[in-house]
């Protein structure tokens, strides 16, 4: 049972362009949601996150939507250049207890010059 | 922020041998890390989480004697892959939970580069 769903599967966005992918995740105990970069041959590399308690959060070019009563949350990144063209992971876990991080599928970013 | 290494970054071995990847954290001590699993174009699986000084937690359907998980010390954690096969190639990716906060969790993991391992 895939706890996070991901979506689109993949993404072309001409540069300068917004990409925008999307999150849903069914667990209410959730509280903690990653978003994280990985490029080939390399390990994710965390991007952004937020906690449940506010609606958005932006640092630079990325922001994260999180819309609670959907239990939806989704990034935005803003005027896309080609180096970011990379797979997007989404996750999800919980603060306490079994506190494992719950990827989505990924998404796969190409940016065109 | 917390750095987090892996050796090798690839391995080609026989099959039937023995490879045992190294998990570090750099600049701080992970009480907790993660082993995952990843397939080429799919998301990382989690294998096992291993906290140091006990017996690591594996998943549903991982292996515990195939895949050995020793984490001896605050700074490393091993994987080894015992008696490995074909179906046994991917790329193994590692992470470490920085337990000093300063991020937005105290669940915020910090990944290896990853290890890629092939085997003939």
């Known amino acids: 049972q895939q706890q996070v769903k991901q979506s689109p599967q993949s993404l072309i966005v001409q540069k300068g362009g917004i990409s925008i992918i999307n999150c849903a995740y069914e667990?209410?105990?959730?509280?903690?949601f990653p978003w994280y970069q990985q490029f080939p041959g390399k390990g994710p590399a965390l991007l952004i996150a937020i906690r449940p308690d506010v609606s958005e959060k932006k640092e630079g070019r990325f922001t994260i939507s999180f819309n609670k009563s959907a239990k939806q949350f989704s990034l935005h990144i803003m005027d896309s250049q080609p180096g970011d063209s990379a797979t997007y992971f989404c996750?999800?876990?919980?603060?306490?207890?079994?506190?494992?991080?719950?990827f989505g599928t990924g998404t796969r970013l190409t940016v065109i010059p | 922020g917390a750095v987090v290494s892996q050796h090798p970054s690839w391995v080609i071995c026989k099959s039937g041998t023995s490879v045992k990847i190294e998990c570090r954290s750099l600049d701080f001590q992970a009480t907790t890390m993660f082993w995952y699993r990843q397939f080429p174009k799919q998301s990382l699986m989690l294998m096992a989480t291993s906290n140091e000084g006990s017996k690591a937690t594996y998943e549903q359907g991982v292996e515990k004697d195939k895949f050995l998980i020793n984490h001896a010390s605050l700074t490393l954690s091993t994987l080894t892959v015992t008696s490995a096969h074909p179906e046994d190639s991917s790329f193994y990716i590692c992470s470490a939970r920085d337990p000093r906060g300063g991020g937005i969790s105290y669940n915020e993991q910090f990944f290896g580069p990853g290890t890629r391992l092939t085997v003939l």
């Open positions: 996750a999800a876990s919980r603060q306490t207890g079994a506190n494992n991080l719950f």
């Open positions: 667990n209410t105990a959730f509280d903690y």
